[in-house]
C-alpha cells in the first residue's frame, strides 16, 4: 500500500521560514505534489515534483529526493495568510491518482 | 473560464439512504477524481474517470459508484449509507495526467444520521 508522513503541527512567526517534510512509501512513485488548505476551503495546488531536486514558485519551493522516498515544502517570508494545512501527495503510476498525506496544520503568529 | 462546481453545498442523509453527489469540472478537462474528507484528515482517493471510463480506485465499497458525462460532469453515488459515510466530498478535475495537478471543487458536506 501506500503511506504518508508528515508533521501533524508546526507553528511560525511571521515573516519567517518553515519546512513541512514528507516522507512516503509507496509503489510505481510517479511524482510527488504540494496542497494548500484553508479551513471551509478547497485544496489547491502549489507545486509538484517528479525528479530530484527543487522547484521554486514565488515564496514556495518543493524538493524531492526519490532514493530517501523524501520531500520538503519549505514556506519563505510567511504571512499570516500561510496559516493554512499543508498537504502532501503522492502520484503513483499513471494517472494521477494522490495519495494524501494527513495534512500538516500550520500556525503564523505575529 | 469558470472553475469546479459542485452541488449540493451541504446535505443530510439518515442511515441507509442513497445519496448523488454531483460535479462540474472545468472545461476540456476530461479526467475527474473524487475524494472523501474526514474532519481533520487528508482527502481519500475514491475512484478517477478518464473519458466517460473508471480509471482507477481506492479501497472503497461498491456502494461507491461514479459516472462521468461527455459534458465534463459527473456523479458520485453512495447506496446504503453508513454513519462513516459522514464526510466532505471533493471532486477534482484535471488536464495532464502526469503532472499532480488537480482543480479541486468547493465539496459537499455529507451528514449521515
Known sequence: GQSLEQ???????????????????????????WYQQHDGGAPTFLSYNALDGLEETGRFSSFLSRSDSYGYLLLQELQMKDSASYFCAVSHNAGNMLTFGGGTRLMVKP | ETGVTQSPT???????????????SQSGHNTVSWYQQALGQGPQFIFQYYREEEN?????????????FPNYSSEL????????DSALYLCASSLDLLRGEQFFGPGTRLTVL
Request: charged share 15%; with cysteine.
Open chain 2, 56 to 68: 482507477g480506485r481506492g479501497n472503497f465499497p461498491p456502494r461507491f459508484s461514479g459516472l462521468q
Open chain 2, 77 to 84: 453515488n453512495v447506496n446504503a449509507l453508513e454513519l462513516d
Open chain 2, 10 to 24: 451541504h446535505l443530510i442523509k439518515t442511515r441507509g439512504q442513497q445519496v448523488t453527489l454531483r460535479c462540474s
Open chain 1, 7 to 33: 508533521p501533524s503541527e508546526v507553528t511560525a512567526v511571521e515573516g519567517a521560514i518553515v519546512q513541512i517534510n514528507c516522507t512516503y512509501q509507496t509503489s510505481g512513485f510517479y511524482g510527488l505534489s
